[in-house]
């Protein structure tokens, strides 16, 4: 497993908690922040994949 993929699957983690801590606390700021680094997340452990594949 490539360091970019390590660290795209923490992103990841990290986002969806920052996505459950807006939903209990009621902050849409914190919801959709969360969503965009899930997606930055996944978008770091794709790269990290295509690496190891090359």
Known sequence: MSKDEVK???KKEEGKIRV???KVTGNTGQIIKGEAEKVKGKIQEDVGK???KL
């Open 20 to 22: 459950d801590a807006g």
């Open 8 to 10: 795209g699957k923490l």
């Open 50 to 52: 295509a690496k190891r």
